[in-house]
């Protein structure tokens, strides 16, 4: 089954620049999905198809996908986005949908 | 706008089946082309796709679940269901229901159901 690789955690000052990566076999082919989840909250869509953000996720938030990684990037980071963010793809061979194991930013 | 809910018991004994309802509401259950999911996430862990089920009644599950679970739509209820058999400890989880696009990304969530399985 096709398996998503997240780092546990992330640190970064405020204002600074954030890069949570999601690994994965040729992931570049696929179309990657970022969620934040902050605690005790349901996830929310922050990126879809790699690098579209929804109506009402502020531009800092991006995306890109090549090669074997998927990078989600928070520029100008905020006290505000410290949450949990888990990548997605749907897996077209199996026709399942996987997470990433999450990543736990952490705003110092 | 499209909103879901979740609805069930929040214990459930080992070994029995848990059973939960999804209520679509803002919207047909039947119009779009929507996959209609069920995530779980236990305490201090990530997320953990359990399955879909699309209006046509068309199912698949995660295979680690797969002899467990049966998802179901109630499309006159606006409805969709879970069952998960034989449930342990492990199984104790918030579950949320979730509405996919066509894309695969995730649009809907449910606000998520705390679901205990302890005697």
């Known amino acids: 089954s096709y398996v998503l690789t997240q780092p546990p955690s992330v640190s970064v000052a405020p204002g600074k620049t954030a890069r949570i990566t999601c690994g994965g076999n040729?992931?570049?082919?696929?179309?990657v999905h970022w969620y934040q989840q902050k605690p005790g909250q349901a996830p929310v869509l922050v990126i879809y198809?790699?690098?579209d953000r929804p109506s009402g996720i502020p531009e800092r938030f991006s995306g890109s996908n090549s090669g074997n990684t998927a990078t989600l990037t928070i520029s100008r980071v905020e006290a505000g986005d410290e949450a949990d963010y888990y990548c997605?793809?749907?897996?077209?061979?199996?026709?399942?949908?996987?997470f990433g194991g999450g990543t736990k930013l952490t705003v110092l | 706008q499209v909103q879901l809910q979740e609805s069930g018991p929040g214990l459930v004994k080992p070994s029995q089946t848990l059973s939960l309802t999804c209520t679509v509401s803002?919207?047909?259950?039947?119009?779009?082309?929507?996959?209609w999911s069920w995530i779980r996430q236990p305490a201090g862990k990530g997320l953990e796709w359990i399955g879909r089920?699309?209006?046509?009644?068309?199912?698949n599950y995660n295979p680690s679940l797969k002899s467990r679970v049966t998802i179901s739509v109630d499309t006159s209820k606006n409805q969709f269901s879970l069952k998960l058999s034989s449930v342990t400890a492990a199984d104790t989880a918030v579950y949320y229901c979730?509405?996919?696009?066509?894309?695969?990304?995730?649009?809907?969530w449910g606000q998520g159901t705390l679901v205990t399985v302890s005697s």
């Open positions: 979730a509405g996919y696009s066509s894309g695969w990304y995730c649009e809907y």
């Open positions: 803002g919207g047909s259950i039947s119009s779009g082309s929507y996959y």
């Open positions: 089920i699309y209006t046509s009644g068309s199912t």
């Open positions: 040729n992931i570049g082919s696929k179309s």
């Open positions: 198809y790699d690098s």
């Open positions: 997605q793809v749907w897996d077209s061979s199996s026709d399942l949908v996987v």
